[in-house]
């Protein structure tokens, strides 16, 4: 309580100190992703950015909030392509195949792995954390995907009449058996190159079935 008073203060009577926004965010990220949810704190976070915890309660209002924001911004760094609204059919081959990439690249990364081992080993955890990051992170790239979808179809550019279930199917073709491979520890082939080929071929597929 006494902290959080003092993050009311700060935030009141001194502007933020933005060279600390980075620190604090790649530290939150790094902990996050190779500890877990279960083990994140804003006293961890702290320790790690080498700042105090008031300088983050004067940021974040609580641990959940700081946690929502490297899931959303994790999710927006996947969806960057898709920023762009297609104005050609070459507009969405490129940007379906940059996303694609950009999606594998995180999910088959050891970051990722880390990240998922340790969200499936904690019993302790509050269901609500774990369904506010399955809302920032996998539920916002799908919504993200079908609303680019949807532009597309109302351009005359791609057939997507049902626009969810299309970006459900684009993002289960990508990930194939790639990730349940990965998840069972079973090799996979994860270079830039093969994901890049496999990307190319998933996307040329789903143009197949889907051009106006």
Avoid at 104 to 123: C, G, H, K, P, V
Avoid at 139 to 164: F, I, V, Y
């Amino acid at each position: 309580m006494v902290e959080k008073e003092m993050a009311k203060h700060e935030r009141v009577g001194r502007p933020l100190d933005h060279s600390k926004d980075k620190a604090i965010f790649t530290a939150a990220h790094e902990l996050l992703f190779s500890k877990g949810p279960a083990e994140f704190s804003i006293e961890a976070v702290a320790r790690l950015a080498k700042v105090s915890k008031v300088t983050i309660y004067s940021r974040y209002t609580n641990r959940e909030a700081l946690i929502d924001a490297v899931i959303s911004q994790q999710a927006k760094r996947m969806a960057e392509s898709l920023s762009i609204e297609p104005a050609s059919l070459i507009d969405v081959r490129s940007a379906l195949t940059d996303f694609g990439v950009s999606l594998l690249s995180f999910l088959l990364s050891q970051e990722y792995q880390d990240f998922m081992r340790a969200l499936s080993s904690t019993s302790g955890l509050s269901v609500d954390v774990v369904q506010n990051i399955y809302r920032s992170g996998p539920q916002c790239t799908t919504n993200k995907l079908a609303d680019w979808m949807s532009h597309a179809h109302q351009r005359g550019l791609l057939n997507l009449s049902e626009p969810e279930k299309c970006a459900e199917l684009l993002l289960g073709m990508l990930m194939g058996l790639n990730v349940v491979r990965v998840m069972y520890g079973e090799p996979c082939q994860r270079d830039r190159h093969n994901i890049e080929n496999h990307v190319s071929w998933v996307i040329n597929t789903f143009l197949k079935l889907y051009e106006s």
